[in-house]
C-alpha cells in the first residue's frame, strides 16, 4: 500500500511517503502556523515525486492547533480528489524512538501541561493535564525516556524531539486497527474557551 504521512502539530514539520516495498522517503521543515508555505511546497514535490496516495495518515497531535487543522483539511481534500482512504492518530505515538515505553510532554498553556504515556506505539495513558507541581511528581525517577517538543522547564530531562510522519506510516502499516476514522479533529486538551458578549442589560451609553 502506497501510505502519505502528514504531521503539522509542533514547530517541526514532516511528510514521509511509504512505498509498498515498504521503502521510505521523509522529509522535515520548519513549521510556521502563520506561513505554510514550506509545507505545501514539499507536499507538491512528494505526490509530483511518487504520485498519488492509497491511504493518508494525519497526525492529530496535541500540539498546534492551527497546524493540525491545516494538515486535516489538506489530507481531506486530496483524499477526495484521489480516492485514498484518510485516517489520523495521535502524534504522540509517532516520536522517533527505539524505546517500547516512553512518555511527551508539552505545555498546554494557562499554566498547565500535557503528559502521555506511550507503550508499544500505543496511548497507554492520556494525554492528561497536569500542574507544574503535578508534572514534576509524575516525571520525578521516571525510568522511561521523556521527550518534548519545546524546551519546558518543569520537564528538565526531556530531550527535545518531534512527531515524525514517517513513524505515523509505520504504525499505518503495522497496525491499522487502532487508526481514526474521519470526521478527524484536533486533539483538544481542554474544552475551547468560549467568550460570550456582554449581555445588553450591562451596556452603559
Not at 54 to 59: A, C, D, K, R, Y
Not at 90 to 100: C, N, P
Not at 109 to 129: D, K, M, T, V
Not at 191 to 199: A, L, Q, R, W
Amino acid at each position: 500500500m502506497k501510505i502519505l504521512g502528514i504531521d503539522l502539530s509542533t514547530g517541526c514539520g514532516s511528510i514521509a511517503w511509504s512505498a509498498r516495498s515498504g521503502e521510505v522517503f521523509d522529509i522535515a521543515f520548519a513549521n510556521d502556523r502563520k506561513h505554510s508555505g514550506l509545507f505545501f511546497e514539499n507536499l507538491e514535490q512528494t505526490l509530483r515525486r511518487f504520485g498519488s496516495p492509497e491511504l493518508i495518515v494525519v497526525g492529530l497531535g496535541p500540539g498546534s492547533y492551527a497546524g493540525t487543522r491545516i494538515a486535516i483539511a489538506t489530507a481531506s481534500g486530496l483524499a477526495a480528489a484521489t480516492g485514498a482512504r484518510l485516517c489520523g492518530l495521535s502524534s504522540v505515538r509517532a516520536f522517533e524512538t527505539e524505546a517500547g515505553e516512553y512518555s511527551v510532554v508539552g505545555d498546554a498553556r494557562r499554566q498547565s501541561f500535557f503528559f502521555a504515556q506511550i507503550s508499544e506505539r500505543n496511548c497507554a495513558e492520556g494525554p492528561l493535564l497536569y500542574t507544574q507541581e503535578e508534572l514534576r511528581a509524575r516525571l520525578n525517577g521516571s525510568a522511561h525516556p521523556v521527550f518534548a517538543s519545546q524546551q519546558i522547564a518543569d520537564a528538565p530531562g526531556a530531550v527535545l524531539s518531534y512527531p515524525s510522519a514517517r513513524v505515523l506510516t509505520e504504525i499505518a502499516r503495522e497496525v491499522p486497527d487502532t487508526l481514526t476514522a474521519p470526521p478527524l479533529e484536533p486533539i483538544y486538551l481542554r474544552e475551547p474557551h468560549i467568550t460570550y458578549p456582554t449581555s445588553p442589560a450591562h451596556v452603559t451609553s
